[in-house]
Nanobody, 124 residues
Framework: QVHLVESGGGLVQAGGSLRLSCAAS????????MGWYRQARGKQRELVAT???????NYADSVKGRFTISRDNAKNTVYLQMNSLKPEDTAVYYC??????????????????WGQGTQVTVSS
């Protein structure tokens, strides 16, 4: 089995910063792209940022210049540094990974493996 465990969420005032972490563990053979998505109450889940195994990044326009995604391949961990937070950033943030893992004696590819999410609340 594979687990993606997010941490670092919480309550912060507008203009503040938070750093999210997502650690992947289990019978992982290889991690490809990883990313962060968010879902605000009453809205659809949306992309925040992604990063390939080689370090290429992609950001939603709404977070460009404020958020930075990074990863530590040795630790199977992806991070999201969030600065200049705004109330509209309030959402549950989910970690996502494209990975290959062992399930028993089988090797499986899962392009959309999700964590359970961590709440980020930005007060005005």
């Amino acid at each position: 089995q594979v687990h993606l465990v997010e941490s670092g969420g919480g309550l912060v005032q507008a203009g503040g910063s938070l750093r999210l972490s997502c650690a992947a563990s289990g019978s992982i053979l290889r991690l490809y792209a990883m990313g962060w998505y968010r879902q605000a109450r009453g809205k659809q889940r949306e992309l925040v940022a992604t990063i390939t195994s080689g370090g290429s990044t992609n950001y939603a326009d709404s977070v460009k210049g404020r958020f930075t995604i990074s990863r530590d391949n040795a630790k199977n961990t992806v991070y999201l540094q969030m600065n200049s937070l705004k109330p509209e950033d309030t959402a549950v943030y989910y970690c996502n990974a494209d990975l290959t893992y062992f399930s028993g004696s089988s090797l499986r590819r899962e392009p959309d493996y999700w964590g359970q999410g961590t709440q980020v609340t930005v007060s005005s």
